[in-house]
């Protein structure tokens, strides 16, 4: 009774502001790996073996963003006694400062010329509170990416992510825009732009854009990339439907383009 009337009195004067601001855990299963994340903290959960040498690590960070937990390890009481056996291992990573940052998450040993065999690389969204509000996984030791061009697009792919880099000019209100057909399937991601103009401060300097995009399941998927105005009854100027064939993963084996130059073909890209 008496906590309870001590947290009425403490909410009354705003000290305990932040506590009323629920946060909740949320899971992301990739290849082996569980990750749940709640509030500034991550923990990735996958079988290991540390008596073979292996293990998993945290690498490649900044100190500044992230801080590396000791691990924690897990055995079923009926493998205790057996030699060799494999265990639960728990990696906790505390986000430190708001915004993006990322790390590499490997099984290795971990010495010198000690053998690789897996990793991951995170890609970590917190807001201003610290609290983590978006994880990518993708297989950093992925095959080395392979580039094509259709037209004025050039496209890359490797692993689970396919990039498209092409013109554009979003100061007259077109940019270039990805139409998903199965939600479930891909992911898209935040672009990225670099000017070509001599001078990049000039108002309207087209700009050089890249636009990725993840896949997150295997199989055979569709979408649309168009270059348009995003807003009800805008100009849709371009669309090309890019369709992707992925193994097991996900790594993306194959990509195939075609424009899309019946109007009646093209969905509704409009959000």
């Known amino acids: ?7 009425m009195i403490l909410s ?4 305990c502001g932040n506590l009323s601001s629920e946060v909740h855990a949320e899971t992301v299963r990739y290849q082996d790996l569980t990750v749940t994340y709640e509030g500034q903290l991550i923990k990735i959960t996958a079988q290991t073996n540390p008596s073979t040498g292996f293990d998993y690590k945290v690498k490649d960070y900044d100190a500044t963003a992230v ?16 030699d060799g056996a494999s265990s639960l291992g728990t990696y ?7 915004g ?3 790390f590499i998450f490997s099984y290795l040993r971990d010495w010198e010329g000690g053998e690789v065999a897996s990793t991951y690389r995170f890609d970590i969204t917190a807001d201003d509170r610290l609290n983590v509000t978006d994880i990518s996984i993708s297989d950093a030791r992925a095959p080395k990416k392979k580039t094509f061009s259709y037209e004025r697009l050039k496209i ?18 077109f940019d270039w825009y990805y139409k998903k057909t199965d939600d479930s399937s891909v992911k898209i991601m935040k672009p990225s732009y670099k000017s070509t103009s001599t001078d990049p401060t000039a108002a309207g300097a087209p700009s050089k854009g890249s636009y990725p995009l ?3 399941k295997e199989g055979q998927t569709s979408f649309y990339f168009s270059y348009m105005r995003n807003w009800k009854g805008g100009e849709i100027a371009d669309t090309y439907r890019i369709d992707v064939t992925a193994s097991a993963g996900p790594v993306i084996d194959r990509v195939e383009i075609v424009r899309v130059d019946e109007l009646k073909d093209i969905p509704d890209l409009h959000e």
């Open 1 to 7: 009774m008496g906590r309870a009337i001590l947290g």
């Open 12 to 15: 009354l004067l705003g000290i």
């Open 67 to 82: 801080s590396v937990l000791p691990a924690s390890y897990y055995m079923d009481e009926k493998d205790r006694e057996l």
């Open 92 to 98: 906790p990573v505390k986000i430190l400062k708001p």
């Open 100 to 102: 993006n940052t990322s």
């Open 156 to 173: 890359s792919y490797g692993g689970d992510l396919v990039t498209i880099n092409v013109k554009t000019n979003p100061s007259t209100g």
């Open 214 to 216: 993840q896949i997150l």
